[in-house]
């Protein structure tokens, strides 16, 4: 016969005030933040930290429709990407630029991309 195990007590739905929430956001999102670690502490999905920061994050912190660009420098040559992007043999190196974004994610695209397929790209990759 299989063992039957009654749960009883409080539901498990829980209610979170908007400041708890925010909390939980600000030690999610910090610079040395985790939002696995902080969802394991607070005994909550992953899922519902990002929910709650789409939810609250004020109307100038969503991403907007347009894209800005800032100045760049260049470091190096073809010589300091990574082996993965480049092709073998000396006369075709890969030509390329990388590109860090604001929320610290790197871009490696073609130097001859089109501007309007990067400016899509690069808003893509900092709303996600």
Known sequence: MAKVEI??????QRRWSTEQ???ILREAFSADGSVSDVARR?????????AWRRKLS?????PSETVSF????????AESLSDGFKRS???SRW??????????RLLRIA???????????VACVEAA
Do not use: C, F
């Open 7 to 12: 749960l009883t007590g409080a539901e498990r």
């Open 21 to 23: 929430k925010r909390s």
């Open 42 to 50: 607070h005994d909550v999905l992953p899922q519902q930290i990002y």
């Open 58 to 62: 004020p109307p100038e912190l969503k």
């Open 70 to 77: 800032v100045p760049v420098s260049l470091v190096g040559g």
């Open 89 to 91: 043999g000396a006369r």
């Open 95 to 104: 030509k390329g630029v990388e590109i860090v974004l604001r929320n610290g």
């Open 111 to 121: 130097a001859d991309m089109d501007l309007e397929v990067l400016s899509s790209l």
